[in-house]
C-alpha cells in the first residue's frame, strides 16, 4: 500500500519531460536516430515519459513490471510494429522512475535472447540512474543500432525508406 503511495506521488511530482528533455536535446537524439538508420534496415523510435498515467500507477505489480506494461503500450500506439521487416525497436524511458525499457518487434525478437535484450537494459540503465539522461539514452541509440546493424545489415546500394519518424516522442 505504502509503495503505491509513494510511486503516485513521485510520478505527480515528477514535472514535464519538457524541463528535462530540452529542444537541443531532442534535435540531437533525432539526429543520432536518423544517422543510425543510415545503417541498417531496422526502425527506431525514442519515447520518453516524465510520468506514467494513472491508470498504470494504481495497478498492483512491481514498478519495474508496471513500466514494461507501458512499454508495450507505447510500442503499439507509436506503431513500432508495422514496419515491412518487423524490426522496429522501441527505446522508452520513464523519467519519474528512472527507468529504460527496451521494446523489439518479432523480426528481431527472435534473433536476441530475452537475456541479452535484459542485459542491454540493465547496462543502459546505469547512467539514467545516475541521472546523466541523454548519456542513457545515446547508449542505448548506439545498443539497438549495433544489434540492428548485426541482423539486419543495410544492403550496398539499396534504398532505405524511412517507416517512422526519427524525433523522439516526448509525453
Known sequence: MWERIKRVVRHRWAGESSRVVGPDM???????????EQQHSGEVRICIEAALPNSYLLRAGSIRAITRQRALAQFG??????????????????????????VADRGLNRLVTPQDWQAMV?????????????DGLVQAIDAVSAVLVRHFPLQVGSVRPNELPDQPNVQ
Open 26 to 36: 531532442l534535435k540531437r537524439f533525432t539526429q543520432q536516430v536518423a544517422k543510425s
Open 77 to 102: 500506439k507509436l506503431r513500432v510494429w508495422d514496419t515491412e521487416n518487423n524490426n522496429g525497436v522501441l527505446i522508452y524511458l520513464l523519467l519519474a522512475d528512472r527507468a529504460i525499457e527496451l
Open 122 to 134: 540493465q547496462s543502459l540503465g546505469d547512467a539514467i540512474h545516475r541521472g546523466h539522461i541523454e
